[in-house]
């Protein structure tokens, strides 16, 4: 390992200078046996980190690598692993919350916490958070997590979306819709984004908004909410 050879030769000047020499001319002994020692350390300290990094590059990659073939427990054991050596690690966080998501577990909220608590300005991250909130009925932490969205990123599409699901798990559906028709207005051309607003519509019996909804949506997704329209008169 880099730096031990050094540090040895460091102690073995400390141990077998010569007592008689030392004694000819001790500050210039001491003085280079010092910085020996000195180096030593440094050399020593330079390896353990080095060291530490391929361990924590190893550990990442056998997580990551565990997580895409479906070894969720796995993953998540090896990733927590090097979660107890370096707690804010957020590659081996994401690897735990998504792990944990797959696996429909509650403590993905936990991990979500963690990554938005390091990245607060984060759109991402807050939105995820919010999500995994959302999908375990924890409306406060969804909120919380909206709230600190900064406010250039709130009139993206991605935002709305989930500020209309938690309109929808608060019980207010003219919010939701509200937020759903700002999503689309942002990204009129994202299938999903016209497929959860026509759905909502059609719900709601606004089949007139529901039908012009689904002349502007793409073939896939008008079939889909021709099904949907068509199972919700039944």
Not at 88 to 117: F, G, M, T, Y
Not at 136 to 160: E, T, Y
């Amino acid at each position: 390992m880099p730096g031990t050879e050094e540090l040895a030769s460091c102690f073995v000047g400390l141990v077998f200078v010569p007592t008689a020499v030392l004694a000819g001319s001790p500050r210039r002994y001491s003085c280079r046996i010092g910085s020996r020692f000195l180096v030593g350390i440094v050399l020593f300290s330079y390896g353990s980190r080095l060291y530490d990094d391929w361990h924590q590059s190893r550990l990442l990659r056998r997580a990551t690598a565990l997580l895409q073939e479906g070894k969720l427990s796995k993953a998540a054991q090896t990733a927590q692993e090097l979660v107890a050596r370096h707690p804010d690690s957020l590659p081996a966080l994401r690897v735990l919350a998504e792990a944990a998501e797959k696996q429909n577990l509650e403590e993905a909220v936990k991990w979500r916490e963690q990554i938005a608590r390091l990245l607060p300005t984060d759109l991402e991250s807050q939105l995820n958070l919010a999500s995994a909130a959302l999908r375990f009925g924890k409306l406060d932490v969804a909120r919380q997590a909206l709230n600190r969205v900064p406010s250039s990123d709130r009139d993206k599409a991605a935002f709305h979306v989930v500020a209309g699901w938690l309109a929808r798990a608060e019980g207010n559906l003219a919010e939701q819709e509200e937020q759903f028709a700002a999503a689309v207005k942002k990204e009129p051309t994202n299938d999903l984004y016209q497929f959860n607003l026509a759905a909502l519509q059609i719900h709601s019996r606004d089949p007139e908004k529901a039908r012009r909804r689904m002349i502007l949506s793409s073939d896939s997704a008008r079939w889909l909410l021709t099904e949907l329209a068509r199972c919700g008169h039944c």
